[in-house]
């Protein structure tokens, strides 16, 4: 394994799974020598008219994307990429809405041979420059405005202060100064300069394809590094366990630049053959006219959108397969939907650095998830590490090894580079607390380092930091609790330094510094002191369980 230990500056491009471990992989018919662009190629040999993608709005006609329609537009935009100087190694950075251009570029990025990095449009400038400066990222795709925010004028102002980037591109509404996507992309062909046939691309399957952030919830926040063969060995599993094929429409509501739809959005129907859908703007009365209408099949997402969509839904009949993946799935809600559908509500367990890691199956109870959050397939191994007697009290620590895995992980910050099979023989520390279920799986029990978020986590530690820089704040700690939504949300408990601040007055303040409005607190907790234990450290449980009251 090539790697760059404790480094400012890391190439991405630069690591890449030992000769060993891809042979052992490939071995055990884990790894192969497809890449997703492999399938993409296939798919339009043999079902050039058929759908792939299709892409709906809030309002208006949807855009219906055949098989040989999605391959050419891959290979036009990637034309458009090597336009701009990106190649092999490079990182482009694509922060997009749900699009079906935004799956085409991503591929468009891959096929290039360059190294992509999908970001949430959820992310906001400050959060967004630290990503940009670690990735060297010589090209961004954004979009304009979108849900009240203008991206355009954010990377602009951005821009002075990132040496290695070299051109902004944005959908829509520009700030000055951009490549306009529409008329760089869609509307000029650069196919005869920059030929690039996805038959004959140079993207290899274990090169880093994908580079995407966790939110740093116990410390630093850091760069996952992922294959093509990683991205693969996470989706398979389910494509083979459900016999996902070519009749199945897959829809999942969570952003196409988060792993978990990358895993749905574009992994699925490339491996399957079958077709995705993708909503641009979230409502649960669209989508719910959107499973209706389109015949959508299989329906994944976190207990909020499977919720959502449940309760304003009259016609759900077309659905097979329901996985609720992102987060702990509520009882409640396993009831509910088998009582309304008929349909047995699946569990799953993954995150960033391994999707869908573990997944009930289809020969399970009706109720198994309200128990079990799954059992790993052949791609993991979990560890269940305890210290003492593991009981309810005591839950084990989460570790898991396989071809699921990321292959390296990097700080965003200091860039120290961690290679995952140079460290404990492979094993990875997830940091989640689980029980065995009894039935070969596990079940979530708590979070080791009570992290705080659902779909998406709140990077505590950055936020404790930057609210320790307010003159009326001499102590704090950032703790879950649940909102009127059910919702696990930041409070911010603190320790005033003369006269006591306000909720409004802290988030004000952070608006002020840039940081992104889901990871700031939503409640405010006064108090004369933290608890900590004897080495310092404070105890968030306790505080936790003061919330509950």
């Not at 954010?154 to 996507?181: M, Q, T, Y």
């Not at 920059?194 to 630093?220: I, K, R, Y």
């Amino acid at each position: 394994m090539k790697t760059r230990e404790d480094v400012q500056v890391w190439l991405p491009g630069a690591i890449r799974p030992a000769d060993a471990v891809i042979d052992g992989y490939r071995r055990l018919g884990l790894w192969h020598d497809e890449h997703l662009l492999t399938h993409l190629e296939r798919h339009r040999r043999q079902r050039p008219n058929a759908t792939a993608l299709i892409g709906f709005h809030a309002e208006g006609p949807a855009d219906v994307v055949s098989w040989s329609r999605y391959a050419a537009e891959v290979e036009k935009y990637a034309a458009a990429l090597r336009a701009l100087g990106v190649g092999p190694g490079q990182v482009v950075a694509v922060q997009m809405p749900n699009r079906w251009e935004t799956a085409a570029l991503m591929l468009a990025v891959m096929h290039t041979g360059a190294i992509l990095a999908p970001l949430v449009t959820a992310i906001r400038g400050r959060e967004l420059e630290k990503m940009l400066v670690q990735l060297r990222a010589t090209v961004v795709v954004t979009v304009g405005e979108w849900a009240g925010f203008d991206h355009a004028s954010s990377l602009a102002e951005l821009a002075g202060r990132l040496p290695d980037l070299r051109h902004r591109v944005v959908l829509g509404s520009k700030s000055g100064g951009e490549i306009d996507f529409d008329a760089h992309f869609r509307n000029t062909d650069w196919t005869a300069d920059h030929p690039s046939p996805l038959a004959h691309s140079v993207a290899d399957p274990d090169n880093v394809a994908v580079v995407l952030f966790t939110s740093g919830t116990t410390g630093e926040p850091k760069a996952v590094l992922h294959t093509a063969s990683t991205l693969q060995a996470g989706a398979a599993p389910v494509v083979n366990e459900e016999k996902l094929g070519t009749g199945d429409v897959s829809y999942n509501p969570h952003n196409l630049t988060h792993i978990f739809g990358i895993t749905t959005g574009l992994a699925f129907p490339l491996l399957s053959g079958g077709s995705a859908v993708l909503l641009d703007t979230w409502s649960p009365a669209r989508a719910a006219e959107i499973i209706r209408d389109a015949r959508v099949t299989v329906f994944s997402g976190a207990a909020v959108f499977l919720d959502a969509v449940a309760k304003v839904a009259d016609d759900l009949s077309s659905l097979r397969l329901l996985c609720c993946a992102a987060a702990p799935v509520p009882p409640k809600l396993v009831r509910e939907i088998h009582a309304k559908l008929g349909v047995p509500l699946r569990a799953g367990w993954g995150m960033t650095e391994v999707p869908l890691g573990t997944f009930t199956r289809a020969g399970d109870p009706v109720d198994h998830a309200t128990i079990s959050d799954g059992r790993p397939p052949a791609t993991l191994e979990l560890d269940l590490r305890v210290e003492g007697t593991l009981s309810k009290e005591n839950p084990a620590r989460l570790y898991v090894r396989g071809a699921a895995l990321c292959i390296a992980l990097v700080g965003r910050d200091t860039g120290t580079v961690h290679v995952l099979a140079d460290h404990d023989n492979g094993w990875f520390d997830t940091g989640d607390l689980v029980l065995p279920d009894g039935h070969g799986g596990i079940r979530l029990a708590g979070r080791a380092a009570d992290r705080v978020g659902g779909i998406l986590m709140v990077p505590v530690a950055d936020v404790e930091a930057q609210l320790l820089e307010h003159p009326a704040v001499a102590d704090v700690a950032i703790v879950g609790y649940e909102d009127e939504h059910g919702h696990d949300a930041p409070c911010a408990v603190v320790v005033p330094a003369g006269e006591p601040p306000t909720l409004a007055g802290l988030r004000t303040y952070l608006d002020g510094v840039g940081m992104t409005e889901f990871y700031q607190p939503t409640r405010l907790e006064l108090v004369p002191m933290l608890p900590r234990t004897v080495s310092g450290k404070v105890l968030k449980r306790e505080l936790r369980d003061r919330l509950k009251r």
